[in-house]
């Protein structure tokens, strides 16, 4: 029940100054960051993270977002985290994400307008989809020596 997932805060999210609101999410929901840092990543990384849609025709605009600045990379410890991660984060198009997730707080671009201009969707944020994606991205993103393990007072909460 205990898992892992990777967060990234993409260029948008950092650019528009909004790592604390962000980061403030998870730790709000009780969520422990275990490891965090900033990368700016190159495009033979960007095909690495991104591998299931490098064939995909939105590809080359994807790889231009996640590219032109800095990420805040993170993985976040938790019960269900990939699941309830995803559920702050919301669905892919911020505009038909739900208000009170990131998503739908903090951008509100739709797939055909950002397909029109040939840009990548800007959505703010990544986070792992599946307990495949997650082992996949943590190990691709983070070597053992970076994740931390300590105690926060939330696990108080979860001693039997
Ligand atoms: O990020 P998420 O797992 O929710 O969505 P995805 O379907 O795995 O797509 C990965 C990322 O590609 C999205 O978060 C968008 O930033 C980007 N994308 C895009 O730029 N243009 C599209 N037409 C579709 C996705
Ligand atoms: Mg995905």
Partial sequence: MIQRTLVLIKPDGVQ??????????????????????????????????????????????????????????????????????????????????PPGTIRGDFAHMSYDFSDSKGIGLKNIIHASSSEEDAKREISLWFSDDELHSYKVVHEIHSMG
Avoid: C, N
Wanted: proline share 4%; aromatic share 10%; no cysteine.
């Fill in 16 to 97: 528009r100054a909004l790592i604390g609101r962000i980061i403030q999410r998870f730790e709000d929901a009780g969520l422990k960051i275990i490891g965090m840092k900033m990368v700016w990543v190159d495009s033979d990384f960007a095909k690495k993270h991104y591998s299931e849609h490098v064939q995909k025709d939105f590809y080359k605009s994807l790889e231009e977002f996640i590219t032109l600045g800095p990420v805040v990379a993170m993985v976040i410890e938790g019960v269900y985290a990939i699941e309830v991660v995803r559920k702050l984060v919301g669905p892919t198009e911020p505009r038909s994400a």
